[in-house]
């Protein structure tokens, strides 16, 4: 079954240090593969997603994802965190064969300290 | 109004009780979700919609049975609930492009529920 792993459970890092957030999926196909963020107190809304085409994705507020196919890999990326992007960041997949659905990770939750 | 809306933001519950929580959207999609969030675990897929009709129902107890009047509101009723099934239930909606891929779901700012 289709499956996404994100590593790092919680995060502590200081502002303008640089962030990496690993996501893993387990699908052999084709898939999108997506970013959303939730801020505390806030629904979840999406950072970059990946379809197809060029492998480096940019989303909203300096953040951008890697697709390597060969390492089934969808890395999320900030070179300087804020205090502001504190929040938890979900990576999810969908594949493109079957019934399409969204199969989300368990989430990286980031604390930012000023 | 714009985007998903969901109410009750908040709702406690008995087990004995039914309920309903409801959501809306306001993005001419053509799906709507169900997912369930439970801490230290990952979303949980309940409910899919696609032009009104149920497309997936993920092995969930009949306790909860999920209503699509229409491709802009869902409901989600809720009857004889467990403890276990406190959680925060979010809803999303998509538009289906018809090759069979939901792409980007925007989705609301959930349910907290509280089973007493």
């Known amino acids: 079954a289709q499956s996404v792993s994100q590593h790092n459970h919680h995060v502590i890092l200081s502002e303008a240090a640089s962030l990496e957030l690993g996501c893993n999926y387990s699908y052999g196909g084709t898939v999108n593969l997506f970013w959303y963020v939730q801020y505390p107190g806030q629904h979840l809304q999406l950072l970059l997603k990946y379809f197809s085409g060029d492998p480096l994705v940019k989303g909203i507020k300096g953040f951008e994802a890697e697709f390597i196919k060969s390492k089934f890999s969808f890395n999320l990326r900030k070179p300087s965190v804020q205090w502001s992007d504190t929040a938890e960041y979900f990576c999810a997949a969908e594949a493109l064969a079957g019934f399409q659905k969204l199969v989300f990770g368990t989430g990286t939750r980031l604390l930012v300290s000023p | 109004e714009t985007g998903v809306t969901q109410t009750p933001r908040h709702l406690v519950m008995g087990m004995t009780n039914k309920k309903s929580l409801k959501c809306e959207q306001h993005l001419g999609h053509n799906a709507m979700y169900w997912y369930k969030q439970s801490a230290k675990k990952p979303l949980e897929l309940m409910f899919v919609?696609?032009?009104?009709?149920?497309?997936e129902n993920n092995s969930v107890p009949s306790r909860f049975s999920p209503e699509c009047p229409n491709s802009s509101h869902l409901f989600l009723h809720l009857h004889t609930l467990q403890p276990e099934d406190s959680a925060l239930y979010l809803c999303a909606s998509s538009q289906s492009s018809g090759s069979g891929a939901y792409n980007e779901q925007f989705f609301g700012p959930g349910t907290r529920l509280t089973v007493l």
């Open positions: 919609y696609s032009l009104e009709e149920r497309v």
